[in-house]
């Protein structure tokens, strides 16, 4: 898996920004080295990420769309970190992953192999899909994690930025990617080290995402990035294949992952290698 901690290059936050949440963000005086070290696939359009952050946004509110997640409050990483909330969420019926590892853990936290042998119970049914296997995933940690940061959506696509979780105010580092880094990471992602010939961004929330909130537009312009790089992407967050077990199926069968912020993406990620992919890039 990638290595804890370290960013790539060296990340210093902007030294001042506009009180606007969209507004253009001053570069700071030591920009991170990954645009120098890129080649040319992994380049990103700075002023292309800045128009894109306006006008996603724009649309979100002219849309006026509030995302509500179909299981709301549901919380599988924390059910299988430390045994919390495995029954939270309305499953609408149906058998949840979460259950079945409160059903099956027999009281163990973090039993990654309990959840391969569940995920096999998913096999074939509706809405479990699994990834091309020259296909790089990126998971987005929306919602909650994203929304609330102090940053604007361009210096989070800039930059990247600080992650806060709503229920402890715990801030991990810097998890939140930025565009420049994801996009590297993802050049030599795919088989033998070449560039995937899919990416699949996939992001979800257990809590509404009203329309002026930063997930929109930070997501959004993460695919037109991509799809920019030449890369053919597909959207699978808020409202499209956005079930949290499915995604959590569809994640763990990547033969390449990229984690986000969080532990229901640091869960995925070693689920991945357990199933015999790769997680690429930071982790935490």
């Known amino acids: 898996g990638g290595a804890a901690g370290g960013a790539v290059g060296e990340r210093s936050p902007p030294s001042s920004a506009s009180p606007s949440d969209l507004s253009v ?11 120098a070290m890129q080649e040319p696939r992994g380049r990103v359009d700075e002023p292309a990420l800045k128009t894109c952050a306006r006008a996603e946004h724009e649309k979100a509110l002219g849309r006026g769309v509030t995302y509500k997640p179909e299981m709301l409050q549901y919380r599988l990483g ?15 019926g149906r058998t949840t992953i979460a259950m079945e590892y ?11 192999g ?35 940061v102090a940053a604007s959506v361009e210096e989070l696509l800039l930059w990247g930025g600080d992650p806060v979780s709503a229920s402890k105010g715990e801030h991990i580092a810097a998890s939140i990617k930025s565009a420049a880094e994801i996009i590297a990471d993802a ?37 037109q990035a991509f799809e920019r790089a030449g890369y053919d992407t597909e959207l699978r967050a808020l409202g ?9 199926y569809f994640m763990a069968h990547a033969k390449a992952f990229i984690v986000s912020s969080g532990g229901y993406s640091r869960i995925i990620g070693k ?3 357990l199933m015999g992919g790769r997680v690429i890039g930071r982790t935490f």
């Open 187 to 223: 050049l030599h992602a795919g088989p033998g080290g070449i560039a995937p010939r899919k990416v699949y961004l996939v992001g979800g929330s257990n809590v509404n995402v009203e329309p002026g909130a930063k997930s929109w537009p930070y997501m959004n312009c993460l695919l």
């Open 102 to 112: 409160l059903k099956r853990s027999n009281g163990t936290k973090s039993d990654y």
């Open 271 to 273: 689920v991945v290698e």
């Open 240 to 248: 499209k294949h956005s079930h949290p077990d499915e995604d959590f």
């Open 114 to 148: 309990v959840v391969v042998d569940i995920l096999k119970k998913f096999d074939g049914k509706k809405g479990f899909e699994v990834p091309d296997p020259a296909a790089l995933v990126v998971h987005l940690r929306l919602g909650n994690r994203l929304d609330p």
């Open 78 to 92: 924390d059910c299988i970190k430390i045994l919390v909330a495995c029954k939270a969420g309305k499953a609408a």
């Open 25 to 35: 963000a001053q570069c700071p005086a030591q920009v991170p080295s990954v645009l």
